[in-house]
């Protein structure tokens, strides 16, 4: 076989038998090599392996392979040509890669490894907060709601059935108009009865007096005895006896039948209906609660172990839950005398300064009562303090000490216990009266974390280190 120029390409392989022949581009134009995979160092021709052909040159014939030889047993594995240039062979490329893979495979575990070492060392993470210095106004929110100085309980003057109830709770009254009506037909019947035995009467007293008239002149011509004449004076006593007590009866009626519609006697709002129509009702039952008067109070009901806290004549502030921009000042004005057994509350009982509102009676209010002013006081988040119904205490983040340093990753924090004392009061925050100043760093839950560890801090709500160093850098 014929060897010529390949100018267009850059390294060719051509294979005759067991030899290689190689055109490999060096310079212009292209040069063809030839290589022999044989153990034998030179061909028959004398030619050395990888020297550049000449045209015209021809290729010798491999040698024959004894049978059961694998032929080539130790090919040169690197052409060199000028320049230095060499080609691996594929096995050699082989055993590269996997060197390679090998390496490669090390780093990445012993990268891991080296992680999983750094995180297990690594000082947990607890949430921290700061102390501050502001003025404090401390205040007990309770609710409230609007009750009449004056409260009025409605009941009927006759019994029997309520056939109408005109007003409904929150209706205003004035005096003179119907609140209720109780079934007044049996009064009346009663009354009608009366009434028809007083015309009896007068017929009885109108016929004794003629009587007597006839029994007085038969006595003066002696035709009768005296003592008749005494019965005829009796009888006519007697019917106007009679009817003085039957006219006094209707009008007792008349005054009874009044009853059974029933106005008010004053102005007002009613505050409760108890009681509906087709009801039967006596004399003792409430069919309304009017409030009458002016200025409502406020009343509260608060708790009371607040009580040793509470005085009359602190200043309170007021406002209707659905308008927050509407707030009224008011006065303690009575702090009850008793507590409430059931619920545990005293009455707190306030009055508005100034104007008053025209709000509705059984109105809930949102009250806060200024217990206490602080100016310029040291506050905690009440989370970070421990044991409040005790002797309290705080963890604070403080730098290591030289002898924990050496422990604690890069000169990190240390959490360590001080004790305090805080008004324990129901707010966020709890003003601080010994054991921390403003600016330092505490930690939120202190029960769950011991005292003297090395920690890494970061802010509530947050799953980051802060950036902040307490006591040197994360």
């Avoid at 240039?85 to 055993?95: D, E």
């Avoid at 409260?151 to 005096?175: F, H, I, M, S, Y």
């Avoid at 109105?363 to 206490?372: E, H, K, M």
């Avoid at 890069?410 to 324990?424: A, E, N």
Wanted: hydrophobic share 40%; with cysteine; glycine share 6%.
């Amino acid at each position: 076989m014929l060897l010529g120029w390949s100018p267009s390409s850059s390294f060719t392989t051509v294979k005759n038998s067991r030899r290689r022949i190689l055109s490999v581009k060096w310079g212009s134009p292209s040069k063809t090599i030839c290589r022999d995979e044989s153990e034998d160092e030179s061909d028959d021709q004398g030619r050395k392996p990888g020297r550049a052909l000449a045209r015209g040159d021809t290729i010798p014939s491999a040698p024959r392979v004894p049978a059961g030889s694998s032929g080539l047993e130790s090919p040169s594995t690197h052409l060199h040509p000028p320049g230095g240039f060499a080609i691996p062979s594929r096995q050699s490329r082989r055993v590269l890669r996997r060197v390679l893979w090998t390496l490669l495979t090390l780093a990445v575990v012993g990268a891991c490894a080296w992680g999983a070492v750094r995180v297990l060392h690594r000082p947990p993470l607890v949430e921290v907060a700061q102390t501050r210095r502001e003025d404090v106004t401390r205040l007990l929110a309770v609710t409230g709601r609007v009750r009449p100085r004056q409260v009025n309980q409605v009941r009927p003057l006759a019994a029997g059935r309520l056939t109408a109830l005109p007003k409904e709770e929150g209706d205003a009254v004035r005096p003179g108009e119907l609140l209720a009506r109780v079934d007044d037909r049996e009064a009346r019947a009663a009354l009608a009865q009366t009434r028809a035995a007083v015309q009896v009467q007068r017929q009885e007293l109108e016929q004794a007096r003629r009587d007597l008239a006839r029994s007085e002149s038969l006595f003066t011509e002696g035709l009768i005895p005296e003592d008749r004449l005494e019965q005829a004076r009796l009888a006519v006593d007697r019917g106007r006896e009679e009817l003085a007590r039957l006219q006094e009866a209707v009008r007792q009626a008349e005054v009874r039948l009044d009853d059974y519609a029933l106005t008010s006697p004053l102005a007002g709002r009613v505050l409760r209906r108890p009681v509906d129509p087709g009801q039967i009702v006596d004399t003792a039952t409430v069919l309304y609660e009017i409030a009458t008067g002016e200025d409502p109070w406020v009343e509260a009901e608060v708790d009371e172990i607040y009580l040793p806290e509470l005085r009359e004549g602190m200043a309170a502030r007021i406002a209707s839950p659905g308008r927050r921009d509407r707030v009224w000042p008011a006065t303690v004005v009575l702090l009850g005398d008793r507590v409430d057994p059931a619920t545990g509350s005293v009455t707190v009982r306030l009055a508005f300064d100034g104007e008053v509102p025209d709000l509705p009676a059984g109105l809930s209010l949102d009250v806060n009562l200024t217990v206490a002013r602080h100016p310029d006081a040291v506050t905690v988040s009440r989370a970070a303090v421990a044991d409040l119904d005790g002797d309290a205490w705080v963890l604070t983040v403080e730098p290591a000490t030289e002898t924990e340093s050496r422990e604690v990753s890069r000169g990190g924090s240390v959490t360590r216990r001080r004790p305090v004392r805080v008004i324990d009061w129901p707010a966020e925050r709890v003003v601080v009266l010994e054991g921390l100043e403003a600016d330092e760093t505490v930690v939120l839950t202190p029960q769950d974390v011991p005292a003297d560890l090395a920690v890494r801090t970061r802010d509530p709500g947050t799953d980051a280190p802060t950036r902040r160093s307490v006591g040197g850098p994360l």
